[in-house]
């Protein structure tokens, strides 16, 4: 079973101390426990990825000594780095790593200077470091305006929200609608669990967010197992039921 509580191994590859302090900033404003190496050029990075293979490797594409093209390669090829996602901080030509960057497993930083971009890039390498291993849940993790769920899709997940704060929302007529906010410690998508229908809403992140995600067929035996996650299911079933009766009333 994948440790959730595992601490998160970075390596920042880059000449520019600018970048360097931004990207380290935002690592520890957004993970807690985060671990940070820095490397000045290729060679430098491919020995500490070889004494501590980290999680995700922040590169610029123009390196010295190993030129970046080589060093995404060399981790391409390793078989200890096979899980270790991969963000680079310049693009190269639109038809290289086209596999890679469609499993999540290479993001492209088309603007290395802007925290909200980076912080982007940074949830999507995540989510593929979480769903490295084979579990019976993973972390999932959302930038704000990141959208977790679309309306009418096929439900295969549900979510506990262990950090941050959702929106539910439709769009009637070409209006959004909020429907209400989802807080820590709340369910998100369990309706599509209880009546094993498609989602009824949209939902986004307002903040950063750490969720657990669960496979819609594994919840119940998960349930079983963790009555905290139980409780907590009820206490958002509730939560949902009272908002309902609150609207009725309005509306009559």
Not at 4 to 12: D, N, S, Y
Not at 13 to 19: A, E, L
Not at 72 to 84: A, G, N
Not at 221 to 241: D, G
């Amino acid at each position: 079973m994948t440790d959730l509580e595992t601490r998160k191994t970075f390596l920042i590859v880059t000449r520019d101390k600018t970048r360097q302090e931004l990207y380290a900033y935002v690592i520890n404003k957004h993970i807690a426990g985060a671990q940070i190496f820095i490397a000045q050029d290729g060679v430098e990075a491919s020995s500490k990825m070889t004494n501590v293979p980290p999680h995700i490797v922040i590169l610029d594409y123009d390196l010295a000594k190993i030129s970046g093209p080589q060093l995404v390669q060399l981790i391409l090829k390793t078989k200890e780095l096979e899980k270790t996602a991969i963000i680079i901080t310049s693009i190269p030509s639109e038809d290289q790593y086209v596999d890679q960057v469609v499993t999540g497993k290479i993001q492209m930083l088309e603007n290395a200077q802007k925290e909200k971009e980076f912080n982007s890039c940074l949830a999507r390498a995540l989510n593929f470091v979480s769903h490295g291993d084979v579990a019976e849940y993973y972390l999932r993790f959302l930038a704000p305006k990141d959208i977790l769920i679309k309306e009418g899709e096929t439900a295969d997940y549900v979510y506990i929200v262990r950090k941050g704060r959702l929106r539910a929302y439709n769009l009637e007529n070409d209006k959004d609608v909020t429907l209400g906010f989802v807080e820590a410690g709340e369910f998100v998508g369990e309706m599509a669990y209880i009546n094993g229908e498609s989602r009824t809403a949209h939902v986004e992140a307002v903040t950063d967010c750490e969720l657990i995600e669960v496979p819609i067929g594994t919840l119940e035996h998960i349930l079983f197992q963790r009555p905290s996650w139980s409780k907590a299911l009820m206490v958002t079933l509730s939560k949902r039921l009272k908002s309902a009766n609150k609207s009725i009333v309005a509306g009559t």
